[in-house]
């Protein structure tokens, strides 16, 4: 990789990750239009853990009370920040049941022009009708059947062009959360996951050794980093003033650009 697809797909891997319009999608896309080999999966896994290092930085002072609440829970004290905690492990669940299941096939047959054009419209339309749902429940308002509910709809985000904060966006609105509150949970349900799939990312890699571009990973590191943290400041702050219409807008045009562009 040269550093100009170094810096491009940083950027687009930081933008992409937490918004909801799929950066699995944007980083197949991208190496197709730009004529690029594919990034490789040490790449993937060095842009992974800089989206993930900014999203434990952003909500580190949450994060550390939901662990230290979640543990205290198995000695039986019990309060809203340990039962937000397991939570967002019932929600991490079914996904990561299906991508230990389905995630090599889905990998084979799924990574196509016309399924991330299919899944990044019908999404889109989804995600804009889940918002008429959306109400004024919060993170601690959320119970058992909400947290399994966005979980198993968390798993579709295994299919390219679904987009993972997309989905459980689109899952928390559907549930009567705001629009604030279901974008936080997206949040803070990237953490186990992401951190799940990079460690597993990470196995396979140690199993292909290949020399090692230092300076291309460190450079891709920060500015995956750099790039998610603005993205999950700004996000947060504006989602209830911008609501859910620039992305669903420009996903379909995405998609239907992907379907005029393809080569029948």
Known sequence: MDIIQTIVLSLVQGITEFL????????????????????GLAFDVTVHCGTLVAVCHYFRKQLTTLTISGLQSLLGQHNSDSRLAWFIIISTIPAGLFGVLFDDWIEQNLRSTIVIATTTIIFALLLAYADRFRGNKDLYQLNS?????????????????????GITLTAALLIGMTRQAATKYCFLLAVPLILAASLLKTAELIQQPNPVDWFSFLLAFVLSAITAWLVIH???????????????????????????????
């Open 145 to 165: 059947h909400h947290a399994l509910f966005i979980g198993l709809m968390q798993a579709l985000a295994l299919i390219p062009g679904t987009s993972r904060s």
């Open 20 to 39: 909801p319009i799929s950066s699995s999608a944007h980083l197949i896309l991208v190496p197709i239009f730009g004529g690029w080999q594919d990034q």
């Open 234 to 264: 700004l996000l947060l702050s504006f989602i209830e003033k911008i609501g859910v219409l620039p992305f669903v807008i420009y996903r379909l045009l995405l998609g239907i650009v992907l379907i005029l562009l393809m080569d029948y």
